[in-house]
């Protein structure tokens, strides 16, 4: 089971892909807010601690939750923006237990990301997920 | 061995403090002016002063109690007195307690804690397959933060060269085998390689990936560590002993010296 760890509902391309992904796999969505167009089990952001899927979240400040999520089978940030580049103060541990943490593996959004993002974390990209590609999820859903 | 030590920003007095740490106990006077109290009360072997510091009465002191006197200044009223322009910075071999040979070396660090620093920080940021670390934010993806001393260690582990804008860490590089490539305008040995101004850098950094290179970083390192094992910040500080007369604890620090060359 995948479970999404979002911020919002303001990309309604991830909310469209999780409804429509939703049809055929079971998932559920961990968010602080309410996101009524989500057509799925949407939770407090806190059950993701008991969450015991597969997790993937979009957002560099989430992402630093993916590796205290102790049941979890596996970690993805899925990479769409720099996010980590755009905060004001930064220090290196937060990039260490997110971007560069063993446990969490990388999604980008498309093929140019690929080299640059292997090179910056010395670690393999495990998927190209272009705007949270329903067939994509599958494939990690069938992991 | 008994030490009583003014808080002094020097390269010098840092080393001996961090060695002197090792082999006896270390007081610090915060007040200047509880000098008197402070011997009578601490009884030190050895003080450690600013040469303007060093009254009548503190050489009296140490002069009837045997206390021997490091000065820091111009002055000459000490057993021993640094000027300025003897204070250089030395390697210390403590740093090969964090080496992790564990790590695959595969990167290209640069540490940026100057605003000066930051035009060629960005230039090698724009252009090559670096990582960029350090307290003045650098508008890219390749910079990492800040990290903390600890975290510095565990950088140039996994990095295979550093690129020193002048943070002084080449030593502590060199020592994790990883190679410091430096920006200065002054002769350093030829064990180093140094680049002046962005021509040179660029050239270095075209040359990074070639195998001549490679066996050249290799010997380089190797020279470079076996000479910071024969001069380092402990080998100053048993030379300063010896000078002073400390004959048991220059033992305890050469004990101390050898365990680190064995590693």
Same mark, same amino acid.
């Given at each position: 089971m995948i479970g999404f760890l979002v911020e &919002?509902? =303001?990309d309604q391309v991830m909310v469209n892909n999780i409804n429509a992904f939703n049809r055929n796999n079971c998932c559920h969505v961990f968010s602080a807010s309410i996101i009524p167009q989500l057509q799925t089990t949407v939770l407090q952001r806190y059950e993701a601690f008991h969450f015991n899927g597969t997790i993937i979240t979009n957002k560099f400040r989430l992402a630093q939750q993916l590796r205290h999520l102790g049941y979890c089978k596996k970690r993805f940030y899925?990479?769409? =923006?720099? =996010?980590?580049? &755009?905060?004001?103060m930064l220090p290196y541990k937060i990039v260490k237990d997110t971007l560069l943490h063993p446990s969490v593996d990388i999604i980008v959004d498309n093929q140019s990301q690929v080299k640059f993002i292997e090179d910056l974390t010395n670690k393999k990209v495990k998927y190209i997920m272009n705007n949270w590609d329903m067939n994509v999820l599958r494939q990690i859903a069938d992991e | 061995m008994k030490v009583l030590c003014e808080r002094i920003d020097s390269h010098i007095c840092r080393n001996l403090v961090d060695n002197l740490k090792k082999i006896g106990h270390i007081g610090v006077i915060e007040k200047i002016d509880n000098i008197a109290k402070a011997l009578n009360e601490y009884q030190p072997d050895l003080l450690i002063l600013r040469t303007e510091n060093i009254s009548s009465v503190v050489q009296a002191y140490c002069q009837g109690n045997n206390v021997k006197l490091i000065g820091f200044g111009e002055d000459q009223n000490a057993d021993i007195v640094f000027s300025k322009s003897q204070d250089v910075l030395r390697p210390t071999l403590d740093v090969l307690s964090f080496k992790d040979e564990s790590v695959d070396k595969l990167d290209v660090s640069v540490f940026v804690?100057?605003?000066?620093q930051r035009l060629v920080a960005d230039f090698l940021a724009k252009n090559y397959n670096v990582k960029i670390y350090g307290s003045v934010k650098i508008n890219s993806p390749k910079y990492l933060g800040v990290p903390t001393d600890i975290e510095k260690y565990e950088i140039l582990n996994k990095s295979k060269f550093f690129i020193d804008l002048g943070t002084y860490n080449l030593y502590d590089a060199a020592l994790l085998d990883t190679y410091p490539i430096i920006y200065s305008n002054q002769n350093m040995a030829e064990e180093y390689k140094t680049f002046e101004n962005l021509v040179g850098l660029v050239e270095i950094m075209e040359s990074l990936d070639d195998d001549k290179f490679e066996d050249v970083v290799t010997n380089n390192l190797n020279t470079l560590t076996l000479e910071f094992k024969k001069q380092n910040s402990t080998t100053f500080t048993i030379d300063v002993l010896k000078t002073l007369g400390f004959v048991s604890e220059t033992i305890k620090l050469e004990e101390s010296l050898n365990d680190w060359i064995s590693c």
């Open positions: &919002n509902g =303001e899925y990479i769409k =923006e720099y =996010e980590w580049a &755009n905060t004001q | 804690e100057h605003e000066s």
